[in-house]
Every structure is written in structure tokens, then in C-alpha cells.
């Protein structure tokens, strides 16, 4: 019996084996298809699907194969009539290390999280299909189309809109489907064309869009489907798209070749009634889909299994009590209602917005689409949202919210550290600001150093005096550790004096409480799902 089964290989699967995995859990992921596809999809992460990947250890390797900068050029009557770039002038900032997002195929996005998978001793099992499910007390098992079995203590269905893992639960997929296909899409060649921009004609009747795929020579294509005389839609093929791209863009001698995929796209608006049934769980997709508009579908999925793989791996290795888990679907569902409400508010945005001659997708684009500000201050791990110190200084770090990001510095050897990569790994963090926060940190390490990583904040902008403790081997997160040399970390936590803050595994804050009030931490941990 495996602990962790994942059925669907996608960036939502693969996001939750990476969390699982490196928690040390036994995970085994398997897809019904049987091969790895090479389909553009989902455009890129946004920033706060970034900072994920970060910590789940692939950042570099994304910088690396996409690109941040996305200028729409947009045309009417196939003349250019305005270039917009997506977030022009944002910079990251002490909070948040990403300002942008990334443009990259999502079978690149898959091919990098496989690689990470790999690393743990995890590989994807191919042309494997689910035909029946069943749960008791103990595991979950699940009969493949083949006749094969898989004894799992638990199930987590990242398996599509078409959800065999849902169905098999019976749960209900509520919400509309659009009557037809609004759009035709592919992967093509098109040489001749400017791959610096995300090309975008809009017509009256009709249009089409190509992006750049970074890191190739292909485009991806969106565009309106064909119609016969009599109405109805007809199929999408190379000859279709390039008669749309004829008719649109206008420019002579580009000539669409060698199709790599072809399909169409229908919007649904639909979700889960419930995202856990016992041992068996729903995320990405096979919880929720939305319109595209926003480009929210493949990081909700990506920050639903963030969620999800800290609390399974702390409960399968018996550090938390079974209850924990039901905060995934307490946090996450809210999450995914406003994802949809978010995405529809966009696309009507977008079909009024490209009436008007020069403008595009971007008016689907707010700060909104970062997920940076996406919390759980509702939830039963939010514990204390503000808490005010006994000299009356308020501490701003409200429970449920993002826990911000920090440039620090190490305190023994000046080697510039950030926060975020004290945060990284499988672990609570707890922050210690000052040095009346020392014995608590202390205290707490020796209990909960299994799953709780302490780290001493003890200078503000003027810099207080330094405990004498030892470096802890990994050098971020020994007590002592870190010099807040341009209070970059109190401005952003709100800490005026002394105080514990205590951040969850998924980057988000606990609790933040007085160090005389450290008893809390301990009670908030001890009664982790019991």
C-alpha cells in the first residue's frame, strides 16, 4: 500500500507529488494517458504560483525556460493600433520577490516538475486508468481499467474536468457550460512574424491571437471558430486557421505550418460540491474550472495542491491529527468560488472591452490575477489576525494572510538571506522578533524541532544585541539567526518590539502573539487536527 496516491499528471498532480515527496511520504502518481504530451496549455505561473514553485525547489529552472515580459500588440482591420506590456513597470519589492509572471509552455512547466519528482525516486505510471474507487476506514482502493488495484491510504483525484475520481464519489460538478465552442486553439509554426509580441487582431466578426512560446518556434493560436453557411461549426484543422489568420491578420507570406495540436475550447463554470469524501480528495480541475480569462486555472490548481501537501504529509507521518485535513476543503473552496466569480467578472470584461478598436486581453489583468493577496483569515489555522502587545504596539501580521517575503542578512557572516528561504521546505517556521522572543524560540525548538523551524529576528533598523547560540547546520535556521538591517522584516510583519509570529508550511501566517504569550504556539501546534 502506497500513502499517497495521485491519479493525474498535470501541474496540479505533479505540484502535490513534489509537496508530498519531499516531505519524506511514499506518494505514487499516475496518469491515464500514455504518453507525455508537448501541448502549449496553460500559459505560465503567475507570481505567487512562483514563489510555490520556488519552494518546491524549481524556481531557477522556470526563470530560466520562460520569459517575464508579455507585450500585447493589438490590431483592427489587421493594422497595429496599440502595444500594451502585462504589469510594465512593476519591480519586485522586499514582500515579494516576483513582480511578474512567466510565459512558458505548461508541457515545459510539466517536463520541469517531472525532473523534480524524479530527484525523490518518483516517476509518472503511464496508461493507467481509473474504472472504480472504494474507501473504509483504513485506505482507499482503486481498480485501473485493466483490472490492476492500488491500496493507498489516501486518493487525491488531479485528474481533469472530466474527473473519473469525482464521478466515482458521486460528487456533484455544479455550475454551466456555454452551449457551444467559442474558440478553435493549437501549437503552429508562423514565420515572418515578431516574436516579441503576443500578436492580437480583433475584428468585428472575429479574430485571432498567436503567442510566442518561448523557448521554441511555435505559436499558439486562438482564434474564432469557422462556421459552415448553415451555422454550424466546422472542425478545426491547419486550413481553417490559416483562412482565420488570413482573413484577420492580413499580412501576406506567413504561412501556418506544422501543427503539433489542434482542438477547441468551451467555457465551464462549474465546482465540487465538496473537494474531500473520507480519504479521497479533489484539486485543480477536477475541483473547479473557469474561464480562461485571468490565466487562474492551472495556478489555483498549483496553490490547491500547495494546501493540500503540507497537511497530508504532517498527518500521514502522524505529526497531526486526521482533523487537519479537512481544512483543505474549509480553505480552498472559498478560494475556487472566488476564482470563478473573479474569471467571469473577467471575461465579460474581455467580449465588451474588444468592441473597441486597440484593445485586448488586457483588460483582464488587475493585481488580482497575482494571487498575492489570496488568504484563509476565515479558517480554524488562523489564530489571532492582530494581536496587540502590552505596550500597546501593534503587531500587523493577521493570521490567515500570505506571509511576506524579507531581505535579511545572516547574522554571523553578513551572507545576504531572504525569508522566504527560511521558510522553504516542509516545515512551520516560527519567527522570533527581538531579543525578549529568545527563550521561547528555544523552547519551542526543543519540542517541535521535528516539524517547526525557529528563526531569531533580533535586529530593527538600529540592531539590538545577539544571543550567543549555536549556528544550526543549515545555517538559516538557527535561533540568532538573522539581522533585519533595513527593517524590511518588521515593516512588512508589522513588529515594532518583541513578538512571535508563526508561519505555516504553505507561506502562510498562524498566529502572532507576544513571547510571553509563546503558550499559544505550543496549544496551536499540539492541537494540529485534534
Not at 63 to 91: N, Q
Not at 229 to 242: D, H, M, Y
Not at 320 to 327: C, H, N, R
Amino acid at each position: 500500500m502506497t500513502t499517497v496516491l495521485i491519479v493525474g499528471a498535470g501541474p496540479t498532480g505533479l505540484a502535490l507529488a513534489c509537496t508530498v515527496a519531499r516531505a519524506g511520504v511514499p506518494v505514487r502518481i499516475i496518469d491515464k494517458s500514455t504518453e507525455f504530451h508537448r501541448t502549449s496549455r496553460a500559459k505560465g505561473p503567475n507570481q505567487r504560483s512562483r514563489e510555490v514553485l520556488a519552494d518546491l525547489g524549481v524556481g531557477e529552472e522556470f526563470t530560466a525556460s520562460g520569459t517575464e515580459r508579455m507585450v500585447l500588440r493589438k490590431y483592427r482591420g489587421g493594422v497595429a493600433l496599440a502595444d500594451d506590456e502585462i504589469f510594465a513597470g512593476a519591480a519586485p519589492d522586499a514582500g515579494a520577490p516576483y513582480a511578474k509572471g512567466l510565459s512558458i509552455p505548461q508541457w515545459r512547466t510539466e517536463e520541469i516538475l517531472r525532473a523534480k519528482l524524479a530527484e525523490y525516486g518518483v516517476e509518472i505510471q503511464l496508461g493507467c486508468e481509473i474504472a472504480e474507487l472504494s474507501q473504509d476506514d483504513v485506505g482507499v482502493t482503486v481498480r485501473l481499467s485493466d483490472g490492476r488495484r492500488i491500496e493507498a491510504s489516501y486518493v487525491v483525484g488531479c485528474d481533469g474536468g472530466h474527473s473519473p475520481v469525482r464521478r466515482a464519489l458521486g460528487v456533484r460538478f455544479e455550475g454551466e457550460s456555454e452551449a457551444e465552442e467559442c474558440m478553435v486553439c493549437g501549437d503552429v509554426e508562423a514565420d515572418g512574424l515578431d516574436r516579441d509580441y503576443w500578436h492580437q487582431w480583433f475584428d468585428e466578426d472575429g479574430a485571432i491571437m498567436l503567442w510566442p512560446i518561448p523557448g521554441t518556434r511555435a505559436w499558439q493560436l486562438q482564434g474564432t471558430p469557422e462556421r459552415e453557411a448553415a451555422g454550424r461549426l466546422v472542425e478545426p484543422s491547419l486550413e481553417t486557421f490559416q483562412r482565420l489568420f488570413d482573413r484577420h491578420a492580413r499580412v501576406r507570406g506567413v504561412q501556418l505550418a506544422n501543427p503539433t495540436w489542434i482542438s477547441t475550447y468551451r467555457i465551464n463554470v462549474r465546482m465540487a460540491e465538496h473537494f474531500r469524501v473520507g480519504r479521497v480528495f479533489l484539486a485543480g480541475d477536477a475541483a473547479h474550472v473557469q474561464s480562461i480569462a485571468g490565466g487562474l486555472g492551472m495556478n489555483t490548481g498549483i496553490q490547491d495542491a500547495f494546501n493540500l501537501g503540507w497537511k497530508l504529509a504532517l498527518v500521514a507521518k502522524g505529526l497531526a491529527g486526521p482533523g487537519l485535513l479537512d481544512t483543505y476543503e474549509e480553505e480552498r473552496l472559498p478560494i475556487a468560488a472566488w476564482t470563478l466569480k473573479t474569471t467571469n467578472e473577467r471575461l465579460r470584461a474581455a467580449r465588451e472591452g474588444i468592441k473597441k478598436a486597440g484593445v485586448g486581453t488586457e483588460v483582464v489583468i488587475d493585481d488580482a490575477v497575482t494571487t498575492l493577496g489570496v488568504g484563509y483569515p476565515w479558517s480554524s489555522l488562523a489564530w489571532g489576525g492582530l494581536a496587540v502587545g502590552g505596550d500597546g504596539r501593534t503587531r500587523a501580521a493577521q493570521a490567515g494572510h500570505r506571509a511576506p517575503d524579507a531581505p535579511c542578512r545572516d547574522a554571523v557572516s553578513g551572507r545576504p538571506v531572504r525569508l522566504f528561504e527560511v521558510f522553504a521546505g516542509p516545515h512551520f517556521t516560527l519567527l522570533g522578533f527581538g531579543p525578549g522572543s529568545a527563550g521561547a524560540l528555544a523552547d519551542v525548538e526543543v519540542k517541535w524541532g521535528d516539524i517547526v523551524r525557529t528563526c531569531l529576528i533580533d535586529a530593527g533598523p538600529d540592531g539590538v544585541e545577539r544571543p550567543d547560540w549555536v549556528e544550526r547546520p543549515d545555517g538559516l535556521g538557527k535561533p540568532g539567526g538573522l539581522e533585519d538591517h533595513r527593517g524590511h522584516a518588521r515593516t512588512a510583519y508589522g513588529v515594532s518590539g518583541d513578538a512571535l509570529v508563526l508561519v505555516r508550511p504553505d507561506h502562510h501566517v498562524a498566529l502572532a502573539v507576544d513571547p510571553y504569550e509563546a503558550r499559544v504556539v505550543t496549544d496551536y501546534l499540539e492541537g494540529l487536527g485534534r
